[in-house]
């Protein structure tokens, strides 16, 4: 009797990699298998391209029908996985993402390699890892290599390219009460988390052969969470995976239509684009459309306004007008005159007025605009409610601020304000435990 082997496959939102990768186990020469696609509740696109598959019954297809808010509680393909184990009754366990295509031996020569060394739980082999751009053009490409018997796996070896025994799956269940550690701190290192847990049992051993290919899109979430700071500051515009737009604002998702973005004059290049995860993690609020002419009051923070027939010009924000003291003010904060949207003037007089008017950044008295970029003694700082929150250049270039917009603060100015917490972008390794 020929072992099965479990391969368990996360899915989301990638209809067109996604296809590949299912191929890619129909097409092993070795046959005895079974597939779990875990599919996170992804679009109606990728839901479709999978039921062309679930005619064959080595397939199976489970959907968490997760609601967009509870996506950023946990590791969510770490949490599929560990679901997906309890189901599975292979010898083997392998694992397989929507963006990587399994070689056609490979099942193969790992079970082979398993099945010949009784001691060994674990095997790894080496992958070639494809870069891709917007366009869909291949830009880099690499080897992982297989380099020796690992003790540390983590950071070195990929989550496709390793399959194990159920009996060392079970040993790590049997101590952490699950699989995978699915704590959302390891979303970008999930597997990294994982092999540390086998690597207490059992070093992972080379298939010196490359059996896997990843590709890396744009879209993925190494790559959409680079340098997105924890919080995303107030004022920026974000979208996640599908064409919907939001403006962050008083640190709630507001949805804002193609429409309303011209209407309020708001730049379509300054889109940041972010993993859903940290997107639904804000709550929804107040939708930005037509309405708010109505109810001038929930005009977004962080806009310029002026009536078409007086030269006072206010910036927004607390949902109160600020009034710009002069045209020199204005220049000086490096506002731009395009930015202002055109209100009717009572539409202007319905929206609170702050008694605090914005002055020259050298008048310590005077109230800093929120989400302009300051520069003091080669440190760039954000404001918002009157604090300086410091800001990396990556992060400032991730979020589409620009650092030659920046405005000099004098550092004799420095100390008059509060310092706020950081907007920063921290990298956590597993590489060594
Ligand atoms: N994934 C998921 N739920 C999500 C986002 C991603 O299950 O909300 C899965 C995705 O299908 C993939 C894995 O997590 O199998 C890793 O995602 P991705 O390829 O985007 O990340 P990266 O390769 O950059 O780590
Ligand atoms: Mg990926």
């Known amino acids: ?77 770490a949490t599929l996985i560990n679901e997906a184990i309890l189901k599975t009754k292979g010898k083997y366990i392998s694992y397989l993402t929507d963006d990587n295509i399994y070689l056609p031996n490979r099942l193969k020569v790992m079970v082979n390699f398993l099945a010949q060394r009784k001691n060994v739980d674990v095997v790894y082999s080496e992958q070639r890892v ?34 194990h025994t159920r009996k060392i799956a079970d040993l790590v269940y049997k101590k952490y009460g699950n699989y995978w550690n699915d704590d959302p701190q390891y979303w970008l290192n999930g597997d990294a988390a994982f092999w540390n847990r086998l690597n207490e049992l059992q070093p992972f051993h080379p298939i010196p052969q490359i059996l896997d290919v990843a590709w890396k899109f744009p879209e993925s979430f190494q790559r959409l969470n680079a340098n997105v700071p924890k919080n995303i500051p107030n004022g920026t515009l974000v979208r996640g995976l599908s064409n919907e737009i939001y403006l962050i604002d008083q640190q709630k998702r507001r949805l804002i239509s193609n429409e309303m973005l011209q209407k309020l004059n708001y730049k379509i290049e300054r889109i940041v684009k972010i993993p859903d995860p940290f997107l639904f993690k804000y709550e929804e609020g107040t939708p930005i459309d037509e309405n708010i002419f109505l109810e001038p009051e929930k005009i977004p923070n962080q806009r310029l306004i002026k009536a078409k027939d007086s030269p006072s010009i206010y910036l927004i924000q607390n949902n109160k007008k600020y009034h710009i003291k002069n045209i020199n003010v204005f220049k000086q904060y490096h506002f731009k005159v395009d930015d202002i949207v055109i209100l009717e003037e009572d539409m202007i007089s319905k929206i609170p007025d702050s008694n605090q008017t914005i002055d020259s950044v050298n008048n310590t008295k005077s109230i800093l605009p929120d989400g302009v970029l300051f520069k003091c003694n080669s440190q760039f700082y954000l404001a918002f409610n009157n604090r300086l929150h410091s800001i990396e250049k990556d992060v400032i270039n991730r979020l589409k601020l620009s650092v030659n917009d920046a405005i000099v603060m004098h550092p004799s100015l420095l100390s008059n304000y509060d310092k706020g917490e950081p907007f920063s972008w921290v990298k956590k390794s597993l590489f060594v435990k």
């Open 1 to 77: 009797m020929k072992p099965i082997v479990s391969i368990i496959l996360t899915s989301y939102n990638k209809p067109n990699s996604i296809v590949k990768a299912i191929e890619s186990v129909i097409k092993q020469t070795y046959t005895h298998w079974e597939l779990f696609i875990m599919d996170d509740n992804s679009n109606e696109e990728t839901v479709k391209i999978i039921s062309s598959y679930l005619n064959d019954p080595r397939i199976h297809y489970f959907n968490s029908q997760i609601k967009e808010n509870e996506r950023y509680k946990s590791t969510r393909y």
């Open 130 to 163: 494809i870069y891709f751009d917007q366009n869909g053009k291949c830009v880099k490409e690499h080897i992982r290599k297989a380099q020796g018997v690992q003790y540390r796996a983590a950071g070195r070896v990929d989550h496709c390219s390793v399959m």
